[in-house]
């Protein structure tokens, strides 16, 4: 069972930005949350892909990866300024340095740690990853997760194992940390 939050604490706990890898459960997680706390949520990757008119493997294939993240930058510094929200973003939001700012700063930052062994199982069916399209997606997400954990942890509020945890579980973790005296 859910343990519900009064309405008062809902109006004091600040945005909440979901970062983390690919597979980590960011989007899942990210809307459980926004329905609990009775809030907007928002994926950046999927409002990049409404504002372009495009899928992001069309992006990628047309812009290279350089072009997609200049989309994403305008889009998290955009989507961060938004009130009462829960925002999910793309596994390589981190890597710029404007992002980590308007994340670390406009909200209470989540970030969902999920094991390669884990990212692996999850994206393994999933063809709309562009950086997984190669010859050895595991050794590529290794090479992702030793090059971004350091920018998760930098900017990171909350550090949630997503590992073998229900949806429920994690999304309680998060709200009894940011709210731990909310009584029914």
């Known amino acids: 069972m859910i343990k519900p939050v009064r309405q008062a604490v ?3 706990i600040p945005n909440i930005f979901l970062v983390g890898p690919m597979g980590a459960g960011k989007t899942t997680v990210g809307r459980r949350l926004a329905q609990m706390l009775r809030r907007d949520f928002l994926d950046s990757d999927q409002e990049i892909e409404q504002s372009a008119g495009a899928e992001i493997p069309l992006i990628f294939e047309l812009e290279g990866e350089a072009g997609f993240r200049a989309r994403e930058k305008i889009m998290i510094a955009e989507l961060t300024q938004r009130p009462a929200l829960v925002l999910a ?6 890597l710029d340095p404007d992002n ?3 994340l670390s700063r406009r909200g209470f930052v ?3 740690c999920a094991s390669v062994d884990e990212q692996l199982r999850r ?3 999933d063809d709309s990853r562009p950086l997984l399209r190669t010859a050895d997606p595991r050794a590529r ?4 997760f030793a090059q971004r954990d350091p920018l998760y942890r930098e900017i990171a509020d909350l550090i949630v194992a997503s ?3 229900t949806l429920r579980a994690i999304a309680q973790r998060i709200l009894d940390h940011m709210a731990p005296d909310a009584d029914p």
């Open 10 to 12: 809902f109006n004091v």
């Open 89 to 94: 973003t793309g596994g390589g939001a981190v």
């Open 100 to 102: 980590r700012r308007c």
């Open 110 to 112: 989540v970030y969902l």
């Open 123 to 125: 994206t393994r069916d």
């Open 141 to 144: 997400l290794a090479q992702l």
């Open 163 to 165: 590992d073998g945890q």
